[in-house]
């Protein structure tokens, strides 16, 4: 099932990022935010057209996917190529604090994100495309 | 489209009623594979939050037990008798909010038990342009003005930090009546002992593994968590078995 394997990639990226943020006390930058700003409303929209399976449900979906996956394009061109230090470093919310970039993937991240967004979309266009509707 | 004329066109996918109760049953089970993907999803959640927070526990402790001499210099400013039993030593950045709201907690901490804490800061300025700010601290000192000017910092943060940028030129204000002589200040802020200490301390919070301020370690024990809380039973802790 194609919309239920993008669910499945919605909420573990959305558990993901959390524990980034919440339990491993990684500030998120501004461009996280925008990606997770089209990826949570995924983990709650698609099971609304899964349950019962509603073939709609990818012309509401698509659109949020596309417009994460451009902006996880963008981070992930902006670190490998042009400003690798454009992140903020104090967030609000968090603890006073800075990212030190040690650790072993802040590449990681951004990656991941484009990862999830490209097979998310692949998901969703191949189930536009199954569906007669 | 209204929702009327949805409900009066036919729907192509919900079946006739005679042919219910497969469908019903195929729409039963999709339901219990996804709620079993929401148990299995969250249970791994919060399985790697319990494995992260212990494992992080762990290697601090460590991490803090192995580096005992990294804790504090005996150039750092330190306040309290030197025979105290419980040494407080606190990481932070003059131009951090938290460690602002920290600070009178720590002094009531100290105060509390005046003749049992010592307390030791570090400084690490993470915001960017702190480090002049903790170079007017270090030169403070030389006039014994430390601690009346940090304190003067710390109730101006909000003007002189404007969304975590620190500017310094706006910090120098807050200098003002409290007694010092800022043309010494100013040269001293420049002078290689300086830049030592804060090269020390800087050096010192990288083998520690201090990334955020403010951060504290009571008798070379780290905070199981941050929290305000949880640095007053550390301290409490630690007073017990110092002082049974």
């Not at chain 2, 959640?45 to 001499?69: D, G, I």
């Not at chain 2, 301390?201 to 951060?215: C, F, N, Q, Y």
């Amino acid at each position: 099932m194609l919309v239920f394997g993008c669910w499945l990639i919605a909420s573990t990226s959305t558990l993901g990022a959390l524990f980034f943020s919440e339990i491993m006390d990684l500030p998120p930058c501004v461009l996280c935010w925008y990606q997770r700003i089209f990826m949570f409303p995924l983990v709650l929209l698609l099971p609304v057209g899964l349950l019962p399976f509603d073939a709609r449900v990818v012309s509401y979906a698509l659109p949020l996917a596309l417009a994460g996956w451009l902006v996880s394009l963008f981070q992930v061109l902006l670190v490998v190529g042009l400003i690798p230090e454009a992140i903020r470093p104090c967030t609000q919310g968090v603890p006073c604090s800075e990212v030190q970039i040690q650790w072993l993937g802040f590449v990681n991240i951004p990656l991941l994100s484009l990862i999830a967004f490209s097979t998310m979309n692949a998901l969703l266009i191949a189930a536009r495309i199954r569906s007669p509707r | 489209m209204s929702r009327k004329s949805k409900r009066n066109q036919p729907d192509p996918v919900s079946p006739p009623s005679q042919a219910q109760s497969a469908p019903a049953a195929k729409r039963w089970s999709r339901r219990n594979i996804f709620i079993a993907s929401v148990a299995a999803l969250l249970l791994a959640f919060v399985s790697a939050t319990l494995l992260y927070r212990s494992e992080q526990a762990r290697s601090s402790q460590f991490a803090a037990a192995k580096n005992l001499p990294a804790l504090a210099s005996e150039r750092s400013p330190t306040f309290g008798p030197a025979d105290a039993k419980v040494h407080l030593v606190e990481f932070f950045d003059p131009a951090c909010e938290t460690c602002a709201a920290f600070f009178p907690h720590v002094k009531k901490l100290l105060s509390a038990n005046p003749d049992r804490i010592r307390l030791s800061v570090r400084h690490v300025p993470f915001h960017n342009g702190s480090d002049e700010v903790v170079r007017m601290l270090e030169a403070a000192r030389n006039q014994d003005r430390y601690l009346p000017v940090l304190e003067a910092l710390y109730a101006s943060q909000n003007q002189w930090v404007r969304n975590h940028q620190v500017q310094a030129d706006l910090a120098w204000m807050s200098l003002a009546g409290l007694g010092l002589d800022l043309d010494r200040l100013r040269r001293e802020m420049n002078a290689p002992e300086v830049a030592r200490r804060m090269a020390q301390d800087m050096s010192d919070a990288r083998i520690l593994g201090v990334t955020k301020t403010p951060e504290f370690f009571v008798n070379g024990r780290p905070l199981p968590r941050f929290g305000l809380e949880e640095l007053q039973t550390l301290v409490q802790e630690e007073l017990r078995r110092a002082y049974p």
